[in-house]
């Protein structure tokens, strides 16, 4: 079976949490699945760069703000696949331009038009882990576009529709979807479930869970998406 995971920034922070990314893929990947890894920047790095860049030029132009941007995905794919190739686990990474995975050309937040198959499957069919950036894709002209922040949500959702993935897992610092911010509120509900519209109207209204692009191809495409807690590796909350 293919499983895709996704893991946000946050959860890559340090050296040990990047090798509890290798642990918790290693454990599906040893049962016989096929995985693709899908990974946003590390830490802050996002907002790093965009500091850097509006340090030089406020009025920056959004073309080179994503080639800019998407430095932070590409250093967080090769670092992962290293580690993984230390513990003796096959892996490859790939940007955007290698799946390929083709976008308009909204820069800083563009949709996703195609994504392309033979290499990944080439990739997979080696037994490699293929670990694929977030979060950016390319334009007919062959320039990075970038999905809007989030965007890494919907790298995944779509990876797992386009290669009828058995099941599309997003990994949070937080263990479910809950009705208010369980940080804040100590009374907020968690959601075992969840519609995809319920979700939408989440998403929409503010909620960080998920990017809202990514539960609408998950909705368009039928496509479950599992939230799971980093620390626990336990299903906090199903979106279908």
């Keep these: 079976m293919l499983i895709v995971k996704k893991f946000g920034g946050k959860l890559?922070?340090?050296k040990e949490m990047i090798f509890n990314v290798v642990n918790i893929c290693k454990e599906d990947y040893e049962n016989g699945n096929d995985i693709i890894l899908v990974l946003s920047a590390i830490g802050e790095k996002t907002d790093e760069l965009i500091e850097n860049a509006t340090n030089i030029n406020k009025n920056f132009e959004k073309r080179e703000m994503d080639m800019l941007l998407v430095t932070g995905e590409q250093m967080a794919v090769?670092?992962?696949?290293?580690?993984?190739?230390?513990?003796?686990?096959?892996?490859?990474?790939?940007?955007?331009?290698?799946?390929?995975?083709?976008?308009?050309?909204n820069y800083t937040d563009a949709e996703i038009i195609s994504i392309g198959t033979k290499r990944i499957k080439q990739e997979l069919s080696k037994g490699n882990i293929v670990i694929v950036t977030g979060f950016q894709g390319i334009d007919k002209e062959n320039n990075y576009t970038t999905l809007g922040r989030g965007g890494s949500d919907t790298t995944a959702v779509a990876l797992a529709a386009k290669f009828n993935a058995y099941k599309c897992e997003i990994y949070k610092d937080v263990d479910g979807v809950y009705d208010t911010d369980p940080k804040t509120n100590i009374y907020a509900k968690k959601y075992d479930e969840i519609g995809y519209d319920e979700m939408l109207n989440l998403s929409n209204g503010g909620a960080k869970v998920l990017h809202n692009k990514s539960v609408e191809i998950a909705k368009k495409c039928d496509v479950p998406i599992f939230i799971k807690s980093m620390f626990t590796n336990e299903i906090g909350t199903v979106i279908k």
């Design 12 to 14: 890559l922070n340090t």
């Design 78 to 105: 090769s670092l992962v696949s290293m580690a993984f190739n230390k513990e003796n686990i096959p892996a490859i990474s790939l940007n955007a331009f290698q799946v390929p995975i083709y976008t308009d050309s």
